[in-house]
């Protein structure tokens, strides 16, 4: 298992992560382990086949049929 180091978290979200561990009965060391394993659990899956990016080509605001490319709306950087 990999292992990460953070760094410059403010002291109010600490606090509330240590209390958010209590209110679960584990350590922080877990309860961190659990938002992240959480976290990455609703990213939609990526396959060889089918890139997350061109799953997210086109954008369709629902009001006409007008659909925008990414990259009219973030240029070529895909921002």
Do not use: C, F
């Given at each position: 298992?990999?292992s990460i180091?953070?760094?410059?978290?403010?002291?109010?979200t600490?606090e509330?992560?240590?209390?958010?561990?209590?209110?679960?009965?584990?350590?922080?060391?877990k309860?961190?382990?659990?938002?992240?394993e959480?976290?990455?659990?609703?990213?939609p899956?990526?396959?060889?086949?089918s890139?997350?990016?061109e799953?997210?080509?086109?954008?369709t605001?629902?009001?006409?049929?007008?659909?925008?490319?990414?990259?009219?709306?973030?240029?070529?950087?895909?921002?």
């Open positions: 298992m990999k180091h953070i760094r410059q978290i403010d002291e109010d600490l509330k992560l240590k209390y958010r561990a209590r209110l679960h009965r584990r350590s922080l060391q309860e961190i382990e659990t938002l992240l959480d976290a990455a659990r609703m990213i899956s990526v396959s060889a086949e890139p997350l990016l799953q997210l080509h086109t954008v605001t629902g009001k006409s049929q007008t659909d925008w490319s990414r990259e009219e709306l973030y240029g070529p950087d895909g921002r």
